[in-house]
């Protein structure tokens, strides 16, 4: 079942991506949030390389909206692209 959870999450991630800039917000913070979560499980139920290969991707497709964050959280106020 986690398998399934986990290539849905990866679907609806291209769906949001294709999406107006305007439109990804709400769906790619909720995405955003379930990530880590889902990696925490992949990482139990599989192995702690699955967890890694899985961070690696979340990293790597979520690359700008953590560096937003990480820069709100060092107090800079980043531009947000329209």
Same mark, same amino acid.
């Given at each position: 079942? #986690? =398998?399934?959870?986990?290539?849905?999450? +990866? &679907? !609806?991630?291209? %769906?949001v991506a294709m999406l107006p800039?305007?439109?990804?917000?709400?769906?790619?913070?909720?995405? #955003? =949030?379930?990530?880590?979560?889902?990696? +925490? &499980? !992949?990482?139990? %139920?599989?192995?702690?390389?699955?967890?890694?290969?899985?961070?690696?991707?979340?990293?790597?497709?979520?690359?700008n909206p953590l560096r937003y964050?990480?820069?709100?959280?060092?107090?800079?106020?980043?531009?947000?692209?329209?």
């Open positions: 079942m #986690l =398998l399934w959870i986990c290539i849905a999450w +990866v &679907l !609806a991630s291209a %769906a800039m305007r439109l990804q917000y709400v769906p790619g913070i909720a995405l #955003l =949030l379930m990530a880590p979560v889902l990696i +925490v &499980l !992949a990482g139990l %139920a599989w192995n702690w390389w699955v967890a890694g290969f899985a961070l690696f991707a979340f990293v790597s497709m979520f690359r964050f990480l820069a709100r959280a060092r107090g800079e106020r980043p531009e947000i692209p329209r």
